[in-house]
């Protein structure tokens, strides 16, 4: 007779493995894992894991059920790809947009064709528009600079 879940959740906590997963991410990983285990599907998980030199890494994990002929589950096959430049990269990324979202200046993107793509709040607050769909660059120009705009635009 097979291990119940609570065993296997006992003996991986027992193992300590889940001792170097960022507390943050600790129990939300673990279920992912053991939800998994316990159904025998296959798992993804986003997590932060404890290196020798003491800082955290990112790490995407994803396992898919080994499983014999008849069906017996013999495990997991998985891996493990360090993803911790992405995520640096996003939390820049994250950054960069609240500086963009809190500040006083005019800041947009319009494409090739001059039509917005984003305009943040002070921008839209600057024009008196509620949001930028359907507008271009050119309904920025004062209407006497618009004819000679037009031709540059």
Not at 128 to 147: H, N, Q, T
Request: hydrophobic share 40%.
């Amino acid at each position: 007779m097979g291990r119940n879940y609570r065993q296997i959740h006992d003996d991986l906590l027992a193992f300590g493995w889940a001792d170097l997963v960022h507390e943050d991410d600790r129990e939300r990983y673990v279920n992912i894992y053991l939800s998994a285990l316990e159904s025998r599907v296959d798992f993804t998980g986003e997590f932060r894991l404890l290196s020798k030199t003491g800082d955290y890494y990112w790490l995407l994990a994803k396992g898919s059920p080994r499983l014999r002929s008849d069906g017996t589950f013999l495990g997991y096959i998985s891996s493990c790809i360090d993803i911790t430049d992405r995520k640096l990269y996003e939390l820049e990324r994250q950054n960069l947009n609240s500086l963009i979202e809190a500040s006083s200046e005019f800041i947009g993107l319009a494409d090739l064709d001059g039509n917005f793509e984003y305009l943040n709040p002070a921008a839209l607050s600057k024009l008196g528009w509620s949001d930028f769909a359907e507008r271009m660059l050119i309904d920025c120009v004062y209407p006497e600079d618009k004819l000679k705009a037009e031709t540059i635009f």
